[in-house]
Structures are given as C-alpha cells and as structure tokens.
C-alpha cells in the first residue's frame, strides 16, 4: 500500500519538474497533461456522489421515506405492546436506528456498489486504474458514508421531533463516535464485495447481514465484554453514552477510545485484504467484471 | 509521436530517474519497447476435464501508432487476450508488456498508457453528463482534469459531440452513446486503446462515422489501436494489420493487404436462370465449384477461374446452353481469408458477439 500511496505523488513531482526542465516541445500537442494525485481522485469520486445525490433526489428522499416509515412501524407498534416501557427507552431506539442507517449504508455501499458497476461496465475502468482498484473502491466508500450521514441527519432529526425527544447532538462526538462504529462495517461491504466478485450468488444473500447488524448494535456489551471486539457493539455503547447522556468525546476513558479506533481499523484493514485477495483469485480464475 | 514522448517526460514509468536517465528514456520509448509485446501467452478456464483452454501459446506484438484488428469467432480468445493486457485477467504463462511494463508486476503503472471499451459495457456513468464523464475518467485513469481540459474540448468537437456536452448520458441516441464511451475512454490520454466490438448494435450510418473517427484519431493522435470485432467492414477499414484467432491461436498476422492479396483472386460468380441440378453437376465435375446459390434470383454459383480457365468457364457454359445474366470477379475479403486459413465453416461464425 505504501508504494501505492506514493507513485502519483512521486509522479506529480516528477511531472513538475519535468515540466519546468525539460523544453514545452511537446506542451502545444500535449497540452501538458499533469498526472492525477489522490487529491484529484478523491475530489472525482464525491462530486460524482454529490451530482448524483442532487441530480437524483428521488432516490435519497424514497430511501429516507422507506427507513422513518420502518421506524414508525416500530415506535407505534411498540407502543401498543410494551407502552410505558418503551416509551422510557425511546431514546436507545432512537440512537440505535440512527446507527442502523448509518451502518446498513456504509455496508451496502461497497457491496452493491461493485454489482451496479459490473451491471453497467464501469468495474473494469476502476479496476484498470493507476490508483489500484482497492483505494478507488475505498474512497468510494467513504463518499457513501458522507452522503449516508446527511440522509441519517434528516431521519434522525424526523424520529426526534416526531417522538418528542431530546438528545445531546454534540456535531464532533456524534460523528466521529458514529463515524469509527461505522468503519468496522465497512470493513465487512469490502469483504463481502470481494466475495461478490467471486462467487454472485452469495453475494446477494449477504445482503441480509444488514439485519444481523441489530444484533451487533443492541449487543449486550456490559454482561458479555468479549462482544466489544464484534463490529458496531462497543461504539454502538458508546454512541448511546454520548447522545443519551451526553458524554463528549474527550470525556470517555482513553481505553474506551482505543477500542473504538481498534476495532474500526481492524475490521477494515481485513476486509480490505479479503477484499484484495478475492480480486485477485478472481482475475485468475477469469472472472472478474463478468456477471 | 508526440504523445509518446510527453508521456515519457510525465514519467509515471520512471519516477524516480534523474533527468538525463529520463532523457535516455524518452528516446528509447520513443524508439523501443512495442506498445503491446504478448509472449508465450497461454489462459486456461476450469480445472482438470472441464478445463477449456481459452488462449493458447500466443506471441504477438503491436508496434506504438499502428491500429490491429483481432479477428475471430466466439470462443476464438479475443476478449481473454484483450483483458490479459488489462490485467483484468492473469495469464497462466507468458508474459503481457504494455509499454514494455509487465502488466503482472507493474500493473499500476501499466494502467497510465492503457485503457479499454469493452464489449457491449455502457463504460461510463449515464447519470453524468458528457463532460462529466469524460473528467471523471481522466482522473480514474491518473490525470489532472483540469489539465486536458482543451483536449477534451477537442474530442468533443471531433467526435460532434459539442452540443451535448452538458447533457445526461442517458438521454443521448444510441450511437451517440457509444461515441460518448469512446471519448471516456480516449480523456485520460491512454496510448494504447483496446475497443471489443465498437460498432455493436450501431445502424450502418453510426457505425460509418465511429469507424472513420477511429481511424482519424489513430492518425491524428498518434494512438496505437486494437479492434476487436466479428465485423468485417470494421477491421478492413480501421486496421493496418489483423491477427486472426481461432481456438486460441493465431491462425494469420499479416497487414490487411498482403491477406487479402495472398487469397484466391481468381473467383469468379456466375448467375444465371438455367443453372439446374444437371448444369451445376456438369460443372462441378470440369471445374472447382466453391459455393452454390439456389436461393437467390437467379441462382448463381461461384467457381475458380483464373486466366485460361475462364474462357473455359464461358466455353462450358455456352455448351450447357446456360444463358449468363450477371457475370463477376469476386473480390476475397477477410472473412473468405479466414476461412482458408482455418477451415471453419462461416456459418460456425465469425457472426455474433466475441468471448
């Protein structure tokens, strides 16, 4: 990854001075074209997010639709059979169906992303990227997760008015808490759009993790600490400690953070490489970008 | 040529080359290492009984600026050799070079001079505009947008897609579509280009301009080309040169000249209303009879006849009491070409999409 990370800048550099030494001979036929930095690519992949997410606002807005009316479900349903009970922890399901968004997005991001690029031919154009196909697909993720977090805002800011709940909506603590809890989930759309790539399939079924992350964030942390090292389970704790009880950032316990960063690096770093390593059994076998 | 050697001065090859190593470099690619050198490229799908051997054992290399047609039926290997050369699938043995960079080891760096329109993919996003589209494919193939702002302008023009440059994809004609895909693909200043069957499902008037807009920008650009298609009219029109697959190997590589001037000139078709049963055995046994054509009006048989031969041929037919109604030379085209190389029968295709 590190050599990666440096070619376009070595590059840059290299094409600067290049530029600035050698004669402009070529610059009127060449137009002097400069290579793309990550700057470039990351710039690229959220406009394009952002262009699609203006120019197509029906999709985002059926998206949000279709999740507050899940909720409505849920909070009204709920109401008629627990009553008072529910209503007094109305506020845990309010911050965990926040995350739920949050996280159903940033998983499906990766994974359907890769079946809708093969769909229309435009898998191969970033695999056959000087940038490497894994960085693109990364940063693609996380264009998603940006545009995950407006759409989560709308609905969080719908369940809050329409329950009458208060929370405390400290911008930096929410999101970076809610940002890392998310990273680990990531981490499994990278891996199971490897596994997509390989195997189709499998691939769609997959797609019903997304329910097994309710499990991961309701996940009984305080009798079971082993299950704070599972994905969402100890930023999903902590995420309630800060919008329920209004902890910021700095004053959760240093080791509280750690785990939190740990787990999120942890589960993207091995489902990037899953991810890496399924592209690369797919193009020996033959099957990459063939649908 | 120019583009060759700024390449070279960008030096996403050699980035870490002191100026004058860099210098020796850009005349040495100018000069050297082919766009696409292909050795000993073998791919096998599957394993153990069902293992099909896509790609067998084949060499082949394209020199920088010259346009290459691939020829062949389905199943010849034609995609498999132009995704090995994407690295979008790794060759069992052999080696791939695009630039003289191992698309194996230096696939990354390959990827700079390299892009491909593959068959029958949209290849760009539908939502975006034209422009769009094009900047978002500069950068994803490693350049600054901005920097080939004029350049995209320019493929617009050419390609006469000016006006709709600020227009959604997906509200563009058919053949402006795959023009669009064309130009996604050219944006990013790639080198070598491949295009798998560019004029698929295009009308005759489409696949025209595309074919001449190849050809013009081959040219101009100093692009070197690989054309992947089943379509005759296509690869004799664009191309320099043309490999012919069949099951994995090459069966003839040669510039489109010298193939179609190596083949049989000297056919000639005959039709006429009283070419019957009896008549056409007569002359089947006198004469090499290649086809006959009982369905069209008036039937018509197409026999060789070179030289001497074909007063023979009148003499014959005078005898039969045959009435000639249209009498022609048959000019060989690569399909004919094809066929003598391989023996496939036509029908078995060179018809229908590639893989």
């Not at chain 1, 169906?97 to 079946?115: E, M, Q, R």
């Not at chain 2, 050795?39 to 799908?45: S, V």
């Not at chain 2, 020829?71 to 034609?78: C, D, W």
């Not at chain 2, 050419?158 to 709709?164: C, I, P, Q, T, V």
Request: glycine share 10%.
């Amino acid at each position: 990854m590190s050599n990666d990370a440096s070619r376009p800048d070595a590059a840059a550099a290299d094409g600067a001075s290049a530029n600035g030494v050698v004669g402009d001979s070529y610059a009127a036929v060449d137009e002097g074209h400069r290579p793309a930095t990550y700057y470039h690519l990351t710039r690229a992949v959220l406009y394009r997010e952002f262009l699609i997410f203006v120019r197509y606002p029906a999709n985002a807005v059926g998206g949000i639709v279709v999740s507050l009316f899940f909720f409505a479900a849920l909070f009204l349903g709920g109401q008629l059979l627990a009553g008072q009970a529910l209503t007094d922890s109305i506020e845990g399901i309010v911050v965990g169906y926040f995350l739920w968004t949050l996280s159903v997005g940033a998983y499906s991001s990766v994974s359907n992303d890769i079946g809708s690029e093969v769909q229309w031919g435009t898998l191969e154009r970033h695999i056959t990227t000087p940038f490497g196909f894994a960085p693109v697909a990364l940063l693609k993720g996380v264009a998603k997760v940006v545009r995950t977090f407006l759409t989560s805002a709308v609905i969080l800011a719908v369940m809050l008015v329409v329950t009458g709940t208060g929370l405390s909506l400290a911008p930096l603590t929410v999101v970076v808490v809610a940002g890392l809890s998310i990273t680990s989930v990531l981490g499994l759309g990278f891996a199971a759009g490897g596994v997509t790539v390989l195997y189709k399939q499998i691939g769609n079924w997959l797609n019903l993790l997304q329910f097994g992350f309710v499990a991961l964030i309701s996940a009984p942390v305080f009798d079971l600490p082993w299950t704070r090292v599972l994905p969402l389970a100890h930023g999903s704790a902590m995420l309630q400690r800060a919008m329920v009880d209004g902890v910021r950032l700095w004053e959760f316990p240093l080791a509280d953070l750690a785990l939190l960063v740990s787990v999120a690096v942890g589960y993207l770093i091995g489902g990037y490489f899953v991810f890496e390593y399924a592209t690369a059994r797919a193009r020996r076998l033959g099957v990459l970008g063939d649908y | 040529m120019a583009r060759s050697a700024a390449s070279a001065r960008d030096g996403p090859r050699e980035p870490d080359k002191t100026r004058d190593e860099r210098d020796d470099v850009s005349r040495a690619e100018m000069t050297g290492p082919p766009a696409l050198s292909v050795e000993g490229f073998t791919k096998r799908f599957g394993d153990g009984d069902d293992a099909v051997t896509a790609v067998d054992d084949v060499s082949l290399a394209v020199e920088r600026g010259s346009v290459v047609g691939l020829l062949g039926p389905n199943g010849a290997g034609k995609t498999t050799l132009i995704k090995c050369a994407l690295g979008i699938v790794i060759p069992d043995a052999g080696s791939v070079r695009v630039f003289g960079t191992d698309v194996r080891d230096g696939r990354k760096t390959a990827y700079a001079d390299v892009d491909a329109m593959l068959e029958g993919a949209r290849n760009d996003y539908w939502r975006l505009t034209v422009r769009e589209n094009l900047r978002y494919f500069a950068t994803i193939s490693g350049v600054d947008p901005d920097s080939v702002a004029a350049r995209h302008d320019r493929l617009l023009d050419r390609l006469d897609l000016a006006d709709k440059a600020d227009t959604p994809v997906r509200d563009l004609s058919r053949g402006m579509k795959q023009k669009v895909s064309l130009a996604s693909v050219l944006a990013g200043g790639a080198e070598l280009v491949f295009l798998d069957e560019p004029t698929l499902g295009l009308d005759v008037e489409s696949a025209r301009t595309l074919r001449a807009e190849l050809r013009r920008l081959a040219v101009e650009e100093g692009l070197t080309i690989v054309v992947s298609s089943h379509d005759m009219t296509t690869i004799e029109a664009v191309c320099d040169r043309v490999v012919m697959l069949s099951n994995g190997r090459i069966v003839a590589d040669d510039t489109v000249e010298a193939l179609l001037g190596g083949a049989d000139r000297d056919i000639v078709r005959v039709a006429s209303p009283d070419l019957d049963d009896d008549t056409v055995a007569g002359l089947r046994d006198a004469f090499d009879v290649r086809a006959v054509d009982r369905e069209s009006r008036p039937p018509a048989i197409t026999v060789v006849a070179g030289g001497d031969r074909l007063y023979d041929l009148t003499d014959a037919l005078r005898a039969a009491g045959v009435t000639v109604s249209d009498l022609r030379t048959v000019q060989p085209d690569l399909e004919d070409v094809f066929l003598e190389r391989t023996g496939v029968a036509s029908d078995a295709g060179l018809g229908g999409a590639s893989r």
